[in-house]
């Protein structure tokens, strides 16, 4: 918990305190609070600070600790988040899936995985493979589409380039 009390900016501690507070009034198993301090610090070292080994290390223990498949879901969202800041997308895209398997209503995950298969799909075209670009691309497309049915209004440059690309049926 030191992480989220050292912290500088208003905005943190406001979300500290309130998250201090919650956890006090609301009926919750010690576990449940532990793996909740886990996840905040994770969210306050990664977000805030950009110290993702220690975000990592905040997380793991909250998903050592957490029982609830959708708390679960948003830790593995986390956990994606910091592989794909690092470049090492192979294992975002593991855990933004292990992250649906427990809550298909992550719109943005799937939005994320959309934007790394397109990412791949660009690699492919500056290597010369349009083939494989394409397939990268369909499966970007298929990504954008579940998170904009979750979200309709949202990712409006997902569905402008599905319309432009004619993949938006």
């Not at 009034?25 to 610090?41: L, M």
């Not at 904009?148 to 209004?153: D, H, R, S, V």
């Amino acid at each position: 918990m030191p992480r989220s009390r050292i912290n500088g900016n208003f905005i943190d501690k406001t979300f500290s305190i309130v998250a201090n507070i919650l956890l006090r009034i609301i009926p919750t198993t010690s576990g449940e609070k532990e793996a909740f301090s886990y996840y905040r610090d994770g969210v306050m070292s990664a977000q805030s600070e950009g110290n993702y080994a220690e975000a990592l290390k905040n997380y793991y223990e909250a998903m050592r600790l957490e029982i609830d498949p959708y708390d679960r879901s948003y830790i593995l969202y986390n956990i994606g988040l910091i592989h794909t800041s690092n470049g090492e997308h192979t294992k975002a895209l593991e855990y933004y899936f292990r992250a649906l398997e427990r809550n298909p209503f992550l719109p943005q995950a799937f939005n994320n995985m959309a934007v790394i298969c397109h990412y791949r799909g660009e690699q492919a075209i500056r290597q010369g493979d349009s083939e494989i670009a394409e397939a990268w691309f369909d499966q970007a497309a298929e990504y954008w589409k579940q998170a904009i049915a979750l979200t309709p209004g949202n990712y409006i440059e997902a569905h402008n380039w599905l319309k432009i690309t004619r993949r938006f049926e």
